[in-house]
């Protein structure tokens, strides 16, 4: 059975995808990297989370910085630890010895293969496939959060993990590995207000409780940030495709990461066009797609699904 591995910041959002995915997959193991706090919030984080839930699954820190940039200070949106509004249990375990890179090389090594549940900065996966040069043609398949076909978050059309690392992103997408992309153009339509935290609230159940309280903050932060009625499940979307893949509709495209633009550093430019033709005068064709793009989704099915999950731990 393909060897699944999560690479996460955690962050909200992770953190349910997290449950989700364990609910649902036999999960080989987790990567973490920084981004939407650091790396050592995120590896705290992803341990913390897996306490909770009395999961055993190895977790191993990769990267603190971007390709080339300096170590990212704490993000916005998740609060001082990455994952404000509960307390989390103590993690018992602690990250595997291994850095995260080794570790996605050696998983990608085994006759069973690998494949990977971005939801985060790419830049772990980017840096796996520089340090060896046939690990994407080993890799199975790339399901990831990130980008978007229409508004960013990060700026006006950067999507946040893009964002983080558009060097690392512009070098996942150009691999030739299969990808998954599910867009804020999709995740967005993914969300908890106060009715659905109330109902997870009222599920009962130790994992549920927490979860209510952290998804009370991060609906806070989303309406003072984005004046948002509800917080997004960005990255349970990653999941879906691997659980429940009627839920979310995907199409082919050519996805470019704008690495220079002075307005759209870090977009992703997806071309929906399908121009076949490509002797046209002043039409450019559709370069040949490189990525599978989510278009439309079944939003409160996947929260249902996500609460199911959240609800049996
Ligand atoms: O833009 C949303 C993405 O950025 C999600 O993965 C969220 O966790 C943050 O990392
Ligand atoms: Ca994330």
Redesign the pocket.
């Given at each position: 059975m393909t060897n699944i591995i999560i690479d996460?910041?955690?962050?909200?959002?992770?953190a349910a995808a997290i449950l989700y995915a364990a609910h649902n997959l036999n999960i080989t193991a987790i990567t973490t990297v920084y981004?939407?706090n650091s790396l050592q919030a995120s590896t705290q984080n992803a341990l913390a989370v897996l306490e909770l839930a009395k999961l055993r699954i190895p977790v191993f820190a990769g990267e603190d910085r971007p390709l080339c940039g300096n170590e990212r200070l704490p993000?916005d949106?998740?609060g001082k630890s990455g994952l404000d509004g509960a307390v989390l249990p103590e993690p018992s375990a602690a990250p595997q010895p291994e850095n995260g890179i080794d570790a996605l090389i050696e998983y990608s090594l085994s006759d069973e293969g690998c494949g990977i549940i971005a939801?985060?900065?790419l830049t772990n996966i980017a840096r796996a496939m520089q340090l060896d040069s046939s690990f994407a043609g080993r890799m199975k398949w790339i399901s990831l959060?990130?980008g978007s076909t229409t508004v960013g978050?990060?700026t006006a059309v950067a999507?946040?993990?893009i964002h983080?690392d558009p060097e690392a992103a512009d070098i996942v997408f150009r691999s030739g590995v299969p990808i998954k992309m599910v867009g804020?153009n999709v995740?967005r339509q993914v969300g908890v207000g106060e009715a659905e935290i109330a109902a997870l609230r009222a599920m009962g159940g130790t994992a549920a409780s927490v979860f209510a309280d952290l998804f009370d903050f991060y609906l806070e932060r989303s309406r003072s940030i984005f004046g948002l009625t509800h917080a997004?499940l960005?990255?349970p979307c990653a999941v879906v495709p691997l659980v429940k893949p009627e839920l979310i509709t995907y199409r082919d495209a050519h996805v470019a990461i704008e690495l220079i633009g002075e307005h759209t550093r870090a977009m992703t430019v997806c071309d929906l066009r399908n121009v076949r033709l490509d002797n046209l005068q002043t039409i450019t064709a559709s370069r040949k797609s490189n990525a599978d793009v989510a278009v439309e989704v079944r939003g409160s099915d996947i929260v249902r699904h996500v609460f199911e999950a959240i609800g049996a731990f």
């Amino acid at each position: 059975m393909t060897n699944i591995i999560i690479d996460c910041d955690p962050g909200h959002d992770d953190a349910a995808a997290i449950l989700y995915a364990a609910h649902n997959l036999n999960i080989t193991a987790i990567t973490t990297v920084y981004g939407n706090n650091s790396l050592q919030a995120s590896t705290q984080n992803a341990l913390a989370v897996l306490e909770l839930a009395k999961l055993r699954i190895p977790v191993f820190a990769g990267e603190d910085r971007p390709l080339c940039g300096n170590e990212r200070l704490p993000g916005d949106l998740h609060g001082k630890s990455g994952l404000d509004g509960a307390v989390l249990p103590e993690p018992s375990a602690a990250p595997q010895p291994e850095n995260g890179i080794d570790a996605l090389i050696e998983y990608s090594l085994s006759d069973e293969g690998c494949g990977i549940i971005a939801l985060g900065p790419l830049t772990n996966i980017a840096r796996a496939m520089q340090l060896d040069s046939s690990f994407a043609g080993r890799m199975k398949w790339i399901s990831l959060m990130g980008g978007s076909t229409t508004v960013g978050n990060s700026t006006a059309v950067a999507e946040f993990n893009i964002h983080c690392d558009p060097e690392a992103a512009d070098i996942v997408f150009r691999s030739g590995v299969p990808i998954k992309m599910v867009g804020l153009n999709v995740t967005r339509q993914v969300g908890v207000g106060e009715a659905e935290i109330a109902a997870l609230r009222a599920m009962g159940g130790t994992a549920a409780s927490v979860f209510a309280d952290l998804f009370d903050f991060y609906l806070e932060r989303s309406r003072s940030i984005f004046g948002l009625t509800h917080a997004s499940l960005h990255d349970p979307c990653a999941v879906v495709p691997l659980v429940k893949p009627e839920l979310i509709t995907y199409r082919d495209a050519h996805v470019a990461i704008e690495l220079i633009g002075e307005h759209t550093r870090a977009m992703t430019v997806c071309d929906l066009r399908n121009v076949r033709l490509d002797n046209l005068q002043t039409i450019t064709a559709s370069r040949k797609s490189n990525a599978d793009v989510a278009v439309e989704v079944r939003g409160s099915d996947i929260v249902r699904h996500v609460f199911e999950a959240i609800g049996a731990f």
